[in-house]
C-alpha cells in the first residue's frame, strides 16, 4: 500500500475500536459556550457539519471545574447540567458517521480571574504564569488536588453519559496538568511536587481516575487519549527528556493515543534552538517498545494531502487537522478528491460555512478570512505596475496582479540595489495585504513609512485598474459616483460611523485628506472611559454612570452640554461592547486625572488605545468591503433646497469629483493643529507646540458653516499638560494614572497630578522654569507599554537609583530622595497629606530602574465645534436640523464643557460615531 492510501485507510486503536481512517479534527477553542458554559445549537451544527468522513472529531476541551475555564466563551463538563448539551454534540458527529472524542481540563493558574467572577485562579503551587498581568494563583490543598481529581473523573463519567466514544485528556499547553509536571509551576513540598517522579504522580492520577470511570461506566471501546505539549520554556521547565519519561509512565497505564501539541507538526526544539531535527524524529528514536505500541498523533499547519504524507512518513500513526477543518467543513472529502487547498476563508460564507459568529471573530479564523465580497470594485483583471516613492531615490517597483474581484498577488521588481530592510518589510506588508484583500492593513512596525508607501502603490494600482474596468464597460470614471452615506474623516469617529452605517445596510465612501488611515485617534493614549461596562465588573469595579456624569460636569467646570453629556454616559457601556463584538477588546482598566474610578479601558497589555483601536476598525472596515478615499479632501458639501445631497472632493491628482450621497458623516476631527484658528480664538497660545496630527485643521467646522451649522465653545482650548515638547509627542495620562509623579527643576512635587488637565497644565506654566519632569520607577514601566515607546524614542531618562536620576537632571539627589520617600509613605497611607491626590496612589516610588521625561504643555484638544443634538444631527444657527447632515467626534462642540477628561475623546468618537452612522444610514434609507 502506497503511503498515500495510508492516510485514508482504517486505523485500529489498541482498545480494538477502529477509525475510519487516519484523521481527525483537531480539538479547537470555539468560544461559543452560553450562559456559563452550556453548548448552543450552533456549536452542534458547526460539529455536525465537520463530522462524517473524517476519522473522529476530538471536541474542543471542556472544563471540569468551574474555575477552570482558561478563555471566555468555554463549554464546560463541570456539572450534570451540562450533559444534555453535551450529548447533542455527540449524536450529531456520531450520526454523521465519525467517532466522537471529548477534551477535558482545567486551566489552573492560566485562568485569569475576571472569567471566574473576580476569584484567583488555583494551581500546584501559588507561583504566576511567567507573562505580563499574569494572577498569582492560590495553591491547591492537598485535599482540593484529590478533590480535582474526582472531578476529572466526574467529567469522564459525564463524557460517557452524553454518549461520546471516548476523552483526550488534556495536558498540554501549560494548563493544570501541565503545571503539575512543570518544575516552574509544581513546587509543593509534598508527595505531588518535588521530585520528578511526584510531579508525574497527578497526570498519572487522572488518567488512573479515567481508566476507573471507563471501566464502571463505558465499555472497552471507549477511546483514552492524552495530549501533550513536549516543551515548555519556562525555568526550570519542562524539557523533551522529562515528557519522554512521563509519557513511558502514561503507557505503561494504558492508552490509546497520543497527542503531540504543537503549531507545527514538524517542529523542531524551542529550547535547543540551535537542533533542527522535528520533535517527532526524537520521538521516535528516543522510544521504548511499549510505548511504541501507543498510536502516535501529529497537529499543526496541515492542510493538504502533501502534509498528511509528510507526517506519515516522519512516523506519525494518526494526524490531526485544525484550521483547514474550519475554512473546509468537508475538508476529509476533498483531499481525497485530490484537491488542493489555500488556506482562506471567504467573507461572505460565514453561515454556508456554519462558523459560529464567536469563532468568526477569534483570531485565529480571523486571520484566516479574506475578502471576497468585492462585487461593487470590480477591477479590471491583470497586471498592474506602480512605483513605490521611498524616502530616498530608489523608488522600487510593485506589480499588482488582480482577478476580478481581489487582489491575487504583489510582487517586487527584481532590483540588486533594493535595502535588504525593505524586501524584509516588504514581504510582510505584502502578505498582509493579500490576506486583507485591501491596501488597508497595519503598517509593519520599525518600518512604517515603507509601508505606508507600499500600501500607497497599492492603492494606486487599484485605482487604475477601477478606472480601466469602468472604461471597458463604457462607462466615464469623471462621472459621480453614488453612496447613501459620506463620512469625511478617517478617525474613530468616522470609522465607527462607516462601520455602523454599512451594518445598517448603507452603501458607505469614507473620504480621508491624508494619506493614511486614523486621524488624530491613531495618536491616543489613555484609553476609552465608561461606567458600569461587564469589563469593570469582571475586575470588580465598582461605577456608576450617575459618578462618570458628575464627574465629568465637574471636570467640564459645569459648562457641559447635558443633553449630550447625558447620552454620552448612557451609551458608554454599550459602545465598550460594540467595540467587543468587532473583535476589539479593552478589557484591561486605569485611571485618569479627574475621575475618581479606575474606568478608562484600554487593551489587554496596557499599550496605547490609538493604534488598537484604528487597526481593529480597519479590519472591519475591509471586511465590509467599505470604499475609501484617501488624499483626498472634501472641499464642499452641496446642500440643495434644504437637503445634503452629496460632496465635492479634490483629490491628489487635483482632479474634482462630485460624490452624491443621501446623507453626509462629519467627522473631521479637531483645529489643534491650525494654529491661526487656536490663536484667533486664545491668543495666549501663540507659540504652543500640538500633540496633534497636521490633518487636525478644523475644515469639517468651516465646511458646515457654509451650510449654515452652528458652532459652539470655540474658545475652549484644551492643552495638555505632558508634552515632550522637542518632539511634540504626549506623554500618557496613564502614566501618572499608572503611579507616576510630577517635580519641578528643584526636585519637589508641585501639584496634585490627579488634577485635571487645565489646572496640572496652569500649575507647570506657573512654574518659574515653564516645565517639569514626569518621574516613575520599573514598576509604573513594567504596567504601561507606552513607557516603553517613549523610551524607544529616546525621551526618558534612565538611572538605576534616585540619586543618579537626579544627577542626571541636574536637580538636588537629597531632595529628589526626600521627595520619592515621602510621595512613597502618602502611598502606604493612602493620603496625600501635601496636595491631596486620591487617586491612582499605585505604588511606592521606590523599584529601580527609576525614569524621568521632562514636560510641558501643549495644545491638545479643541472642545468647540458644530452644534448637534442628541441623535447627532447638525443644527443650524436656529436650532434647527439641517437635513443630511451628521457629525461626532471633535469637530461637534459641548460636551466636554471648557475641560476634556482623558479617555472621554475616545468614549466620544465610539458612542457618537456609531450613533451618527446610524442615524445616518437609516435617514439615508428611509
Ligand atoms: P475624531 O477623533 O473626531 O475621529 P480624528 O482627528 O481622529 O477625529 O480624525 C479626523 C480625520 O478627518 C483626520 O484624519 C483628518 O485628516 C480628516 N479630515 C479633516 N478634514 C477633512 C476634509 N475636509 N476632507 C477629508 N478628510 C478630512
Redesign the pocket.
Known sequence: MSINDRILTPFTLPNGVELKNRLLMAPMTTCTGINNGMVSPELVEYYRVRAGSIGAVIVECCFIDDKGLAFPGAIGIDHDDKVAGLAQIAAAIKGQGSKAILQIYHGGRMVEPELIGGNSPVGPSAIAAPREGAAKPLALTGEQVDYTIYQFGEGVRRAIEAGFDGVEIHGANTYLIQQFYSPHSNQRTDHWGGSRDNRTRFPLAVLDITHSMARQYADPSFIIGYRFSPEELEEPGIRFADTMYLLEKLAQRGLDYLHFSMGYFLRPSIVDTQDPAPLIEKYIAMRSAELARVPVMGVGGVVNKTDTDMALEHGYDLVAVGKACIAYPDWTDRIASQQTLELFIDSTKREELTIPEPLWRFSLVDAMIRDMSLSSKKFKAGVFQEKVQTDDDSQPVINVSLETDRITDVTLQPDASLDVAFVTSFETIRSRILDANSPHVDAVSGATTQSESVKKAVAKALAKSCKAQILEEGGNPAASQNYDVVV?????????AAIQASDDGARVLV????S?????????SAGMNAAETRFQKLKGIVDSKEWFYQETLKGGNYKNNTVLLNRFVEQAPLAVEWLADRGIELNDITITGGMSVDRTHRPADGSAVGGYLISGLVKNLNKRNIDVMLD????EILYQQGVVTGVR?LNEDQEQLTIVSKSVVV????FSANSEMVVKYRPELAGFVTT?????????IA?LEQIGAGTVDMGEIQIHPTVEQTTSYLISESIRGGGAILVNQNGQRFFNEMETRDKVSAAIINLPEKYAYIVFDEQVRLKNKAADEYLARGFVISADTPQALAAELNIDPQTLQATLARYSGFVEAQCDSDFGRSSALRHPVNQGPFYAIRIAPGVHHTMGGVVINADSAVLDSQNQVINGAFA?????GGLHGNNRIGGN??A??IIF?IQAGNQAASYALR
Open positions: 469625511i474623516g478617517s478617525g474613530g469617529a468616522g470609522l465607527a473620504i480621508e485628506k491624508m493614511g488611515i486614523g486621524g488624530n485617534t491613531i495618536k491616543a483626498t479632501s472634501v472641499t472632493v467627522a473631521s476631527g479637531g496633534n496630527h497636521k490633518g487636525a485643521t478644523g475644515s469639517g465646511l461626532a467626534g471633535e469637530v461637534v475623546a475616545v466620544d468618537i460615531g
